[in-house]
């Protein structure tokens, strides 16, 4: 007796932009950085897209997803770049969670994506240095890099937000996203 498995549009919308952030995530990690550890983010601007257009539920998976896939494809997975991937990931989309109900709930504080874009990062940030506060590194000189580090990550939140409302921009304008766009 076969068994099959139905999958929804979801289902494939999820898989195209998750695979999309994965190839995003592997190339910035193959790029220098100044800090150890320390990467644009670009990845998130995909997981800032689906919130936008298909909402936080999506958006989830896809982070998630790309944390998960990501570190079994770099050979980082149970290591502790993965966990500081996934409590990042965790943080970022539990804020971008809160930043969409509240602009949803009263519309007077909706956020954009620039707003949801530094929030997130704000939050990634925070979620990784605690993090590696608390697992890695629980030495009280390491607190005298949050300041630098939530500078970087609110600069590069505010990139990543311009990045999507750009982005965004284009497929509002774009006839064919239309069809991809959830109703």
């Not at 549009?9 to 995003?24: E, G, P, S, V």
């Not at 997803?65 to 502790?80: A, C, D, E, M, Q």
């Not at 990062?121 to 607190?143: D, N, S």
């Amino acid at each position: 007796m076969t068994q099959t498995i139905q999958t929804t549009r979801d289902d494939h919308l999820i898989a195209w932009f998750t695979a999309l952030a994965i190839t995003i995530h592997i190339a910035e990690s193959a790029l220098p950085s100044p800090l150890p550890g320390v990467k644009p983010g670009l990845a998130n601007v995909v997981t800032l897209i689906v919130l936008c257009r298909y909402g936080w539920r999506m958006a989830v998976w896809v982070a998630l997803l790309r944390v998960l896939i990501g570190s079994v494809l770099l050979g980082t997975f149970l290591s502790p770049t993965f966990f500081l991937s996934l409590s990042g990931a965790l943080a970022g989309v539990t804020a971008l969670g809160l930043g969409w109900a509240v602009s949803r709930a009263v519309p007077d504080w909706a956020l954009g994506p620039l707003g949801l874009g530094l929030l997130a990062a704000l939050a990634h940030m925070t979620g990784q240095f605690w993090t590696a506060y608390v697992l890695f590194i629980p030495h009280p000189a390491l607190l005298h890099l949050f300041p630098p580090l939530m500078t970087l990550a609110a600069v590069l939140g505010i990139v990543s937000g311009v990045l999507t409302r750009s982005v965004l921009a284009r497929l509002n304008s774009d006839p064919s996203a239309s069809m991809v766009k959830k109703k």
